[in-house]
């Protein structure tokens, strides 16, 4: 049996998120199949339909994004069954390039944070694990290193968490990643072949993880939507002792979510230089570019 690590990517575009953050969700084969019925069932719950069908798609920065939960206060919390109708309406307006209402407004903030809120509770309930590797926004690669193409010290950190975990278990892990600009994908899985062919920590770790990327819509695949959940409430909530504490945050996301993320990272024992030490899922790299 093996594990599927479906990765994705937050705060790339530089802009508007307190981090750059790569890493995703972690399911066993054997959880996976309910865990999609289960974000069918959770989509049908929150919104009254399946997103899809409106050419939509659970992430981060439409469910928890400050407008959405500003919509969702505009009215104390509604019936479950009065929140799907006017959701359902909010799409279809939208859909016809219509003008919802305050009510359909706050429907449909409400149908987000509930979706929000079920996505966690269903990747605890399908015992999904979560890795994350953090940088500070917008780090440069300095000039001398630009021509070299190496695996950035972040994304090895991230692989060898996701190794130990693998080893831990005894069993195969294979890489599933979000499709997004074909020339960046590219880059990125000759970076992680060259560092698990060329290197011998990464000829090693190919004992248990599968160094060949599959790449899927995240419009086709939830649980890719779960992961740029994970890391959206990630850039903006998980804070600890070296992983973020004076970035800007986000408190009611840190407040809500930032418990879900503790549960849901892992945590293990690493080792490295003959020394075995605890280690966790998420990391945080100041500079991904030395040595």
């Known amino acids: 049996m093996s594990w599927l690590f479906f990765m994705d990517e937050s705060g790339h575009d530089h802009k508007n998120m307190p981090l750059e953050v790569r890493g995703g969700v972690t399911l066993h084969t054997k959880k996976l199949w309910s865990f ?13 339909v399946n997103l899809r069908d409106f050419g939509k798609e659970a992430k981060g920065y439409k469910l928890l994004d400050r407008d959405r939960i500003k919509w ?20 279809q307006k939208g859909r016809d390039k219509a003008q919802p209402t305050s009510t359909e407004f706050a429907a449909y903030g409400q149908a987000c944070i509930e979706m929000a809120r079920g996505v966690f509770d269903l990747l605890s309930a399908s015992e999904a694990i979560l890795f994350a590797a953090a940088i500070p926004r917008g780090v ?15 994304h090895v950190f991230l ?4 190794f130990y975990f693998l ?66 409430a990630i850039n903006w909530g998980f804070r600890r002792q070296n ?26 024992d690493g080792y490295r230089d003959g020394r075995v030490f605890r280690t966790h899922g998420f990391v945080y790299v100041p500079d991904p570019y030395e040595k």
């Open 36 to 48: 999609i019925q289960g974000w069918q069932r959770l989509e049908q719950d929150a919104f009254g």
């Open 72 to 91: 969702a206060k505009q009215t104390s919390a509604m019936p479950n069954a009065d929140r799907r109708k006017y959701a359902r309406t909010f799409l």
């Open 140 to 154: 440069k690669r300095p000039e001398q290193q630009r021509d070299v193409d190496f695996l950035r010290k972040d």
């Open 159 to 162: 692989f060898e968490r996701f």
């Open 167 to 232: 080893e831990a278990k005894a069993e195969h892990g294979l890489i599933v990643m979000d499709e997004s600009e074909k020339n960046l994908d590219k880059a990125f899985v000759s970076r992680i072949e060259a560092y698990f062919t060329r290197t011998a920590t990464g000829r090693n770790r190919t004992q248990w993880i599968i160094p060949a990327p599959l790449f899927v819509s995240s419009d086709m695949t939830y649980a890719v939507q779960a992961a740029d959940i994970s890391l959206y």
């Open 243 to 268: 992983f973020g504490t004076t970035l800007e945050t986000r408190e009611e996301i840190a407040a809500e979510y930032g418990p879900k993320l503790s549960r849901l990272e892992w945590e293990g």
